[in-house]
């Protein structure tokens, strides 16, 4: 072995060093990493200006521009610099490595270790856009990445950690409170003027002590910004929140409900007046709507519309309770209305998040329904009036707020409507929605949360699917593909488009026999008789 200076233009070569005229620089740079091991002494200085004279020896030579070893060194440079994005540009400039993963891993180790997360992510996804090798090695190392930012954004250790990263944009977790905190800063100016809004920054005043209405409410009275709600009962409760039927100024024909909720909560008042603006009239009977917000510092006091009519989840029970099952037309019907709210809701750019049938309040025609095939089509005349409500918007998402291509982490932590995404610790995003959907389809048609299985798929792969098996007389087809479309979201497919196909698929079956829509309604009389009555 030749005896390597810190110069090696100034050393004797062996005829290994004559071929490969980088290796007397390797050797030189291992044994001062050796010193270094060995001695606290040096302070990287001599590594530091080795590695800078042997890259400005060899980046111009295109032998080594894929040569793994001349990437290390360069790696070793960026560690002793001070500015590493300059290092990295560099790197690209001079194309060293270009196609190969290590590149691509490397840096973004580096920077996740400094704490730039995002960074970190859009290194992963440059590499893989340039399907750099082994592609599946850096596409394992990026799901890798995402599952620790998960986990400790799961943890609450990284309260401000709103962003890191998946394929082709951001990844965020929309339900941090560091998250939902600066949006409400940025939208404030605009919320001041919404309509209803009242904000306090004291805590609430008033006589009844809200934190003892949920052991004795009935009959309380509340007063509120110029407005008095007498109690009712206690319509539902969740872990922050508790809802309330009340009657507004002592009116019994005036019944609202109160979503009082601690800590403060004005987020969900935030989506309830952007679905105002963005939900065409003609379907903003499916959405629920919110009178006014009452915003103390201690707590949040939603008055919204109350409907009677009990939820799908009061329907998919009482349905249990007669014969077994909620009967196909009628779950059909519910179906093309799931469809219909998620198909206009998320081409308003909005995500419910939390999409179950306890959210969905039945609506009752005031009329009599008629048989007409283009009217049930249509949706129109009393059929308009008739449907579900989608209300409990607190976990709504405004896409407008976010860059395009971002995708979202965080778990919902709903027991059976976790989507596949959220189980494999994945990047989702109307994927949440659409899992839900299919979930109350299957308790609709089998009474049953709904358990999936993965099976290979007719063109290679596989895809998902629920492991109860559908009744023969059924309308087969159109469950599958539905829970086939919705299970296996493909990214590339326009998934309003998607929606909109499904949901034309279960009109036309409706349409094409008016004893369907007959029968449906004398169905939905049963119901109605069912549910109003208990």
Same mark, same amino acid.
């Given at each position: 072995?030749?005896?390597?200076?810190?110069?090696?233009?100034?050393?004797?070569?062996?005829?290994?060093?004559?071929?490969?005229?980088?290796?007397?620089?390797?050797?030189?740079?291992?044994?001062?990493?050796?010193?270094?091991?060995?001695?606290? +002494?040096?302070?990287?200085?001599?590594?530091?200006?080795?590695?800078?004279?042997?890259?400005?020896?060899?980046?111009?030579?295109?032998?080594?521009?894929?040569?793994?070893?001349?990437?290390?060194?360069?790696?070793?440079?960026?560690?002793?610099?001070?500015?590493?994005?300059?290092?990295?540009?560099?790197?690209?400039?001079?194309?060293?490595?270009?196609?190969?993963?290590?590149?691509?891993?490397?840096?973004?180790?580096?920077?996740?270790?400094?704490?730039?997360?995002?960074?970190?992510?859009?290194?992963?996804?440059?590499?893989?856009?340039?399907?750099?090798?082994?592609?599946?090695?850096?596409?394992?190392?990026?799901?890798?990445?995402?599952?620790?930012?998960?986990?400790?954004?799961?943890?609450?250790?990284?309260?401000?950690?709103?962003?890191?990263?998946?394929?082709?944009?951001?990844?965020?977790?929309?339900?941090?409170?560091?998250?939902?905190?600066?949006?409400?800063?940025?939208?404030?100016?605009?919320?001041?003027?919404?309509?209803?809004?009242? $904000?306090?920054?004291?805590?609430? $005043?008033?006589?009844?002590?809200?934190?003892?209405?949920?052991?004795?409410?009935?009959?309380?009275?509340?007063?509120?910004?110029?407005? +008095?709600?007498?109690?009712?009962?206690?319509?539902?409760?969740?872990?922050?929140?508790?809802?309330?039927?009340?009657?507004?100024?002592?009116?019994?024909?005036?019944?609202?409900?109160?979503?009082?909720?601690?800590?403060?909560?004005?987020?969900?008042?935030?989506?309830?007046?952007?679905?105002?603006?963005?939900?065409?009239?003609?379907?903003?009977?499916?959405?629920?709507?919110?009178?006014?917000?009452?915003?103390?510092?201690?707590?949040?006091?939603?008055? +919204?519309?109350?409907?009677?009519?009990?939820?799908?989840?009061?329907?998919?029970?009482?349905?249990?309770?007669?014969?077994?099952?909620?009967?196909?037309?009628?779950?059909?019907?519910?179906?093309?209305?799931?469809?219909?709210?998620?198909?206009?809701?998320?081409?308003?750019?909005?995500?419910?998040?939390?999409?179950?049938?306890?959210?969905?309040?039945?609506?009752?025609?005031?009329?009599?329904?008629?048989?007409?095939?283009?009217?049930?089509?249509?949706?129109?005349?009393?059929?308009?009036?008739?449907?579900?409500?989608?209300?409990?918007?607190?976990?709504?998402?405004?896409?407008?707020?976010?860059?395009?291509?971002?995708?979202?982490?965080?778990?919902?932590?709903?027991?059976?409507?976790?989507?596949?995404?959220?189980?494999?610790?994945?990047?989702?995003?109307?994927?949440?929605?659409?899992?839900?959907?299919?979930?109350?389809?299957?308790?609709?048609?089998?009474?049953?949360?709904?358990?999936?299985?993965?099976?290979?798929?007719?063109?290679?792969?596989?895809?998902?699917? $629920?492991?109860?098996?559908?009744?023969?007389?059924?309308?087969?087809?159109?469950?599958?593909?539905?829970?086939?479309?919705?299970?296996?979201?493909?990214?590339?497919?326009?998934?309003?488009?998607?929606?909109?196909?499904?949901?034309?698929?279960?009109?036309?079956?409706?349409?094409?026999?008016?004893?369907?829509?007959?029968?449906?309604?004398?169905?939905?009389?049963?119901?109605?008789?069912?549910?109003?009555?208990?």
């Amino acid at each position: 072995m030749a005896v390597i200076s810190k110069n090696p233009n100034n050393t004797t070569s062996s005829s290994s060093s004559v071929d490969d005229p980088l290796l007397p620089w390797l050797r030189s740079i291992e044994k001062l990493l050796k010193e270094r091991t060995l001695t606290d +002494s040096n302070d990287g200085r001599d590594l530091h200006e080795l590695c800078s004279n042997c890259i400005t020896t060899f980046k111009n030579n295109p032998r080594y521009q894929n040569d793994v070893r001349f990437l290390k060194i360069w790696f070793l440079y960026m560690d002793s610099s001070l500015d590493h994005e300059s290092v990295y540009r560099e790197i690209e400039q001079n194309k060293i490595c270009l196609f190969n993963s290590m590149l691509y891993e490397a840096y973004a180790l580096f920077l996740e270790a400094k704490g730039m997360l995002t960074d970190a992510f859009h290194i992963y996804h440059l590499g893989i856009s340039r399907n750099a090798e082994p592609l599946g090695r850096l596409k394992k190392a990026q799901v890798l990445f995402l599952e620790r930012m998960s986990e400790k954004v799961t943890a609450g250790s990284l309260q401000k950690m709103d962003i890191v990263s998946e394929n082709g944009g951001a990844c965020i977790n929309p339900w941090l409170v560091s998250t939902i905190k600066n949006l409400l800063q940025k939208k404030n100016p605009e919320i001041l003027k919404y309509d209803g809004y009242h $904000p306090s920054k004291k805590a609430y $005043p008033g006589k009844v002590s809200l934190s003892t209405l949920q052991k004795s409410a009935r009959n309380k009275t509340i007063d509120l910004g110029g407005y +008095s709600y007498q109690i009712k009962g206690c319509a539902g409760k969740g872990g922050f929140a508790q809802v309330f039927k009340a009657c507004l100024d002592g009116n019994p024909d005036e019944v609202v409900a109160l979503k009082i909720q601690k800590p403060a909560f004005p987020w969900e008042f935030y989506v309830y007046r952007q679905l105002d603006v963005r939900i065409p009239e003609r379907e903003r009977l499916s959405f629920g709507y919110a009178h006014r917000l009452h915003l103390y510092s201690d707590y949040s006091i939603l008055v +919204s519309d109350f409907l009677a009519n009990g939820t799908l989840q009061d329907a998919i029970n009482s349905s249990a309770v007669i014969g077994g099952s909620m009967e196909e037309v009628l779950c059909i019907y519910y179906t093309i209305e799931m469809l219909c709210i998620l198909e206009t809701s998320h081409h308003a750019q909005i995500i419910h998040g939390d999409f179950k049938p306890d959210n969905l309040l039945i609506r009752y025609a005031r009329d009599n329904l008629t048989d007409d095939v283009e009217t049930f089509r249509q949706r129109t005349g009393q059929w308009r009036d008739q449907g579900v409500c989608l209300v409990d918007w607190g976990r709504g998402i405004d896409l407008s707020l976010f860059p395009e291509q971002t995708e979202f982490i965080g778990d919902s932590r709903t027991s059976g409507f976790r989507c596949i995404e959220m189980q494999e610790k994945k990047p989702w995003k109307f994927q949440v929605d659409a899992y839900g959907l299919c979930v109350i389809v299957h308790m609709m048609l089998f009474n049953s949360y709904m358990e999936i299985e993965r099976r290979p798929s007719p063109g290679g792969g596989y895809s998902y699917q $629920p492991k109860s098996p559908f009744k023969r007389y059924w309308k087969v087809e159109l469950w599958k593909n539905l829970f086939t479309k919705l299970l296996n979201i493909d990214r590339a497919e326009d998934h309003k488009k998607m929606l909109n196909s499904l949901r034309v698929s279960f009109q036309d079956y409706m349409c094409s026999n008016p004893q369907l829509i007959k029968k449906l309604r004398q169905l939905l009389i049963k119901q109605k008789a069912s549910l109003c009555s208990s």
